[in-house]
């Protein structure tokens, strides 16, 4: 099936992308809420395309330069779940602005006046959700009156619109059990909705509560109140997807295709999948740099950027010249790292995809 | 320095670069030995056209997408250090072999085969070296009577002409002290040189001996008998470069150049550096993710996609909207993920860099 796939390459089952994102928006919209993709796995315009066209509800992007490409595309309603500083981003915000609906966030008095500042200049005020920490301390006010503060705190700021709070629950990426998800989910949802009342209660808009990941968003009969999960990796799943049984191999979308080029003996093998392939991200739940479709059992113990080592303890059933399609770890990182996704139909090679909002340097 | 650079991008420090080379080419020439420079550091035409008006004879790509795109910049010596397998490789080869000087390795008798088909049917034998393995098992003959015996085996493949030897000692990047570093480039001389004898002996023309990586190319006075080594990384240095003292801070020539974009309180900050600029590759000798330019002490602990996580024991000497500066734990994956670099003349921008052969899906 991949003969004529040259390797190492990234390819991607495209009605398996559908069906997943068919999957997600249909659950979340049993419970009120809407789907905003974060595009971070993709980068690019055709998914975020087809997740729109699935129910999304506009996208997430992380960067300014993904935002501006996908809007050079079309696209007209973008969130930027970044805390955007610096004079340069405020300056490309103003004109992303003048183009289409675009929101961002806003988590320090800093980047709440940078965004005022611009907000004033343009004559048209900056839309921001406050940024909660959800307990991974890497941004955010904490919920609750901690938050109210820091409302009260920018609310006078003339250029900005607070439309609403923003969360991102990490800490479910640490957990290894059912319960574990659905805990860190509630715990989601309490502080989330806990605190725009409080907000609400003070005068506060809270038009938009944005939360959500790949794990949470498939526990959202526990996110009912908030309105929009950002969930990413759900387009392709990977195996810590797998691992934590949210998904079967089978719906896991994209892989890493690989060349056998060397056999050291019959257990040991050396694929052209390596760092530049696969990335050395790790899966907490699994040891090694990937799953070999149809053969979990085979394991990848080491990369170099353009060496995967292969090995088994049964004999490997590949020879030199066979190809090996692999699930990566990470879904998020590989296409990244590639101009081009073969896209896969029907076990023909549909489509060659860019990644149009990938390697920007800014 | 850096308040024209949008981050987080990476950029480098072009005259520390051409002192880097100047200072290996200068180095091997003394030992008779000559520099064919492994590009996968860089992926840029810029680059290695400086590095062959440093003194480098041609260049070493490891993918044949890379030698296509130097070949179209004018790129006319180069060696492919990597097993090429597969029928759409051996058409592309063919045609690139009409171009330019090109040579490849070969550590199976499948690919030697294929090789050699390739050879008859385009009427010019492709010039290979047989791959050593150096102890790392990621491909490569046994030295010595191991060569010897596959040398032998595919000696009368007609489309073939051997010219030499290959060979990547990948163990020593598991030394920690000089003495280490000069025993495993001892065994890199003594097999590869060892073996070329026992070929000569038997008639074989052993013109080429490539070996050397960062490390065993600045031992090079244990290496006389070899032609070439193939350091990379050695342009721009890294953390691994400066945890074993071959390099010190200034001469790590590239750089992360990234923002504080949170400050959780005075000794934990969060930049707009991640996994998609640093990448998680670790560096065996140091801890964290990057190294701070003039502040060592700080800590890297941990990395999202777009977010570094940073700390110190000291309140951390940084504010929102400040940039700083990261030397990456291992350099040759950094320009992989952009399209362009900053490249920095006197602490200025001089140009954008842009890096052609990255991102190529074969």
Redesign the interface.
């Given at each position: 099936m991949y003969d004529l796939i040259?390797?190492?390459?990234?390819v991607v089952e495209l009605e398996q992308v559908t069906e997943n994102l068919k999957k997600m928006d249909a659950l979340n919209r049993t419970y009120g809420i809407r789907v905003r993709p974060h595009i971070?796995p993709h980068k690019s315009v055709y998914f975020a395309l087809e997740q729109l066209s699935c129910g999304a509800r506009g996208i997430t992007c992380?960067?300014l330069s993904e935002a501006e490409t996908m809007a050079d595309y079309g696209i007209d309603d973008i969130f930027i779940a970044?805390?955007l500083?610096?004079e340069?981003?405020m300056e490309r915000l103003g004109r992303l602005m003048q183009r289409i609906r675009v929101s961002t966030e806003v988590?320090?008095i800093?980047?709440a006046k940078q965004l005022s500042a611009l907000g004033e200049r343009i004559g048209k005020k900056v839309a921001v959700l406050i940024e909660i920490d959800g307990g991974?301390?890497?941004?955010?006010v904490p919920p609750y009156e901690g938050a109210v503060a820091f409302a009260d705190s920018i609310r006078d700021l003339p250029g900005l619109e607070i439309c609403g709070l923003m969360y991102y629950g990490?800490l479910i990426y640490a957990e290894t059990t059912r319960e574990g998800y659905e805990a860190q989910t509630k715990r989601e949802h309490d502080e989330l909705v806990g605190t725009a009342e409080l907000l609400r209660a003070k005068g506060y808009r809270m038009d938009v509560l944005s939360g959500g990941n790949s794990y949470s968003a498939r526990c959202c009969k526990y996110l009912e109140g908030i309105t929009e999960v950002r969930c990413g990796n759900y387009i392709f799943n990977d195996v810590a997807t797998l691992a934590t049984g949210f998904a079967v191999e089978q719906e896991c979308a994209l892989r890493a295709v690989s060349?056998?080029?060397?056999?050291?003996d019959d257990h040991?093998a050396?694929i052209?999948a390596g760092?530049?392939t696969l990335?050395?991200?790790?899966c907490g739940h699994r040891p090694g740099y990937g799953w070999v479709v149809g053969h979990p059992e085979i394991r990848i113990t080491k990369l170099?950027?353009?060496?995967g080592?292969v090995e088994s303890d049964e004999p490997l059933p590949f020879?030199?010249?066979d190809k090996i399609a692999i699930i990566p770890n990470h879904a998020?990182?590989l296409p990244?790292?590639?101009?081009?996704?073969?896209g896969i139909r029907n076990g023909r090679i549909e489509r060659m995809i860019p990644?149009e909002a990938?390697?920007?340097?800014?």
């Open positions: 040259s390797t190492p390459s990234v971070k992380a960067k970044y805390p500083i610096g340069d981003k988590n320090s800093y980047g991974l301390h890497r941004g955010g990490g060349t056998v080029v060397c056999k050291m040991h050396i052209d760092s530049k990335t050395t991200d790790l170099n950027e353009e060496h080592f020879e030199i010249g998020c990182v990244n790292l590639v101009d081009k996704i073969y990644i990938r390697g920007r340097y800014l």
